[in-house]
T-cell receptor, first 107, second 116 residues
Framework: AQRVTQPEKLLSVFKGAPVELKCNYS??????LFWYVQYSRQRLQLLLR??SRESIKGFTADLNKGETSFHLKKPFAQEEDSAMYYC?????????FGAGTRLFVKA | GAVVSQHPSRVICKSGTSVKIECRSL??????MFWYRQFPKQSLMLMAT?????????EQGVEKDKFLINHASLTLSTLTVTSAHPEDSSFYIC????????????FGPGTRLTVL
């Protein structure tokens, strides 16, 4: 069955420290993976998608098919990065979300 | 970017009543709309996918007679929770995309339903 796993519910780092939010998936076909972010009191919004290979707000994510992972990384965390992050996999019309990781960046 | 609104943002109702939640795409035509449910501290669970003018496709375990979805126009989809019970209390979120499910999804702000 298709599944997205985010093993960490909460990740707390100091400002300026590197950040890695883990995401693993199980999918039999070629996955289309995304990271969504939800800032406090705001709606869910797309952060980045693997096919774009882009860096958004300093974040990058590389699809590793061998490890079935799509970890989100940022070399230097900022306080404004504090938010809820969801890894997601698209299967046809459906998007399957992970449980989410709350990132807290301390001053 | 594209904007999706939901109304109401919060609703409290008595057990046994029905509640309608609206989802509107404000500046684009949404060919496909999705309805999700989110329990506290849990992920979004897809309830159903609706394409404009056709019947919604419900996920396994979601009662289509209880959660009525109507996508009558390219800018409006409604979710009606019929005969609501306390266990239906949850956060309901809609999203919309321009393509037939393949385009970027834009999310609404969500509706908090509390059934007493």
């Amino acid at each position: 069955a298709q599944r997205v796993t985010q093993p960490e519910k909460l990740l707390s780092v100091f400002k300026g420290a590197p950040v890695e939010l883990k995401c693993n998936y199980s999918y039999s076909g070629s996955p289309e993976l995304f990271w969504y972010v939800q800032y406090s009191r705001q709606r869910l919004q797309l952060l980045l998608r693997h096919i774009s290979r882009e860096s958004i707000k300093g974040f990058t994510a590389d699809l590793n098919k061998g490890e079935t992972s799509f970890h989100l990384k940022k070399p230097f965390a900022q306080e404004e990065d504090s938010a809820m992050y969801y890894c997601a996999l698209r299967q046809g019309f459906k998007t399957i979300f992970g449980a989410g990781t709350r990132l807290f960046v301390k001053a | 970017g594209a904007v999706v609104s939901q109304h109401p943002s919060r609703v409290i109702c008595k057990s046994g009543t029905s509640v309608k939640i609206e989802c509107r795409s404000l500046d684009f035509q949404a060919t496909t709309m999705f309805w999700y449910r989110q329990f506290p501290k849990q992920s979004l669970m897809l309830m159903a996918t609706s394409n404009e003018g056709s019947k919604a496709t419900y996920e396994q375990g979601v009662e289509k007679d209880k959660f009525l979805i109507n996508h009558a126009s390219l800018t409006l989809s409604t979710l009606t929770v019929t005969s609501a019970h306390p266990e239906d209390s949850s956060f309901y979120i809609c999203s919309a995309s321009q393509g037939l499910g393949g385009g970027e999804q834009f999310f609404g702000p969500g509706t908090r339903l509390t059934v007493l």
